[in-house]
């Protein structure tokens, strides 16, 4: 729902707000100085009217694979409403990031039935996701809100197309088991699940193949976790080549032994841990930047690892690591880590993928648990800035690698 703005200002009758239905894309406003940029798709021959709340339209023919490009005209501060009318059903592609100024309902967006990419990003958004379980090609969805996204994930299971599912920050749930098939890189933070939702979704990913899916661990710490019910269907999301990351409390099937030997900061502290940075290197983190082994901010046993990249801020600082394994081979990741508190993101990536972004909000150290299959005879890891040219640092401990076999 949209409401009517007139001259920059929400239009009331007897005291109530009026609202306007004009589609499926209804957005509101809160325009002060940085217009508003909607990215859009539509095949050639598909023309949309773009109404922009202030009395100015334009309406612009779609270009297939074409990224189209509309930006709003306002010229004062107000409260605008913005919709989009004639051939609205045939756009394949919405994309609307970092505008939090933007806020509006998307349970209607079901109704887009030609969407194949759905961003909606950093804005208020809000409303049931059910509906877009019509959206029987969706390829893409990312969508990122602050808690006002909600509903039933497992009826999103029709999109059998799907290769990138990511919730942040929603109130959806996962009410049912169904089955997801195919390879999707899902990412569902901040949901606030139950075991229950969780164990729902372990038992409808299973089926997927390659596939990296992320339900627990700095970003989904208020997930809940997994419970021992889930151990079978975890297992068989495993054994189907995929990897997970999860809130636990009991592993599943029989650890082997200590993969990270060290001896360094970050080795086991009842066997191998040591005052030293054994077995890992560093690119831009020589002085005075910093990557040490150290004693003050530990979580487990007298060491841990540090690095600050704030002195010389440098391109892509990183550390990182090489562990021998087999081929094919489950193993669990098991680390705690947090960041310095002064500067930028830092990435945790194992295998080339991103398990974790450590913003400088994270200021007590995280478990993270991560169950991977190899695909050679090694296991990467890698601890990275965020962005190419970025700073910050972080503090990592207790690395647990080993392998998991079932009976």
Known sequence: ??????????????????????????????????????????????????????????????????????????????????????????????????????????????????????????????????????????????????????????????ASSLTLLNLINTRVTFENIVTFTGTISIRLEDCNWSSTDVDNAIASFKTLTLSKVILGGIESDGNA?????????????????????????????????????????????????????????????????????????VKEGSYAFHTDANAVPTTNARINASFVVGSGLIFRFLYWVRHIEIGNDWRVKIEGVTINVISKNIIEYKKVIYYLTSTDVSLDVEIVEATADNDGGIYLDDLDIREVTFP
């Open 1 to 158: 729902m949209a409401f009517l703005t007139y001259d920059g200002k929400l239009a009331t009758y007897g005291g109530q707000l009026l609202y306007f239905d004009q589609g499926p894309v209804q957005l509101t406003i809160a325009y002060v100085a940085t217009q508003f940029v909607f990215k859009w798709k539509a095949p050639a021959g598909s023309f949309l009217t773009f109404h922009n709340g202030n009395g100015t339209t334009s309406t612009v023919e779609g270009g297939d694979a074409a990224s189209k490009t509309h930006t709003t005209d306002y010229s004062g501060a107000g409260t605008f409403n913005f919709w989009i009318t004639g051939d609205v059903t045939d756009l394949t592609y919405v994309f609307v990031a970092n505008q939090a100024f933007a806020s509006g309902d998307i349970s209607r967006y079901g109704e887009l039935i030609n969407l194949d990419t759905l961003f909606l990003i950093g804005g208020n958004y809000y409303g049931n996701i059910n509906s877009l379980s019509k959206l029987l090609v969706l390829k893409l969805l990312v969508l990122a809100s602050n808690q006002g996204i909600y509903g039933d994930l497992s009826k999103l299971y029709t």
């Open 225 to 297: 976790f997994r419970s021992v019910a889930s151990d079978a269907n975890l297992q068989i999301l495993l054994t189907n080549g995929n990897s997970i990351q999860v809130n636990e409390e009991n592993h599943i099937g029989t650890l082997g032994t200590q993969i990270n030997t060290g001896p360094n900061a970050i080795s086991d502290p009842n066997g191998s841990e040591a005052d030293a940075i054994t077995g890992w290197i560093h690119t831009g983190l020589g002085s005075p930047n910093v990557f040490e082994s150290q004693g003050l901010i």
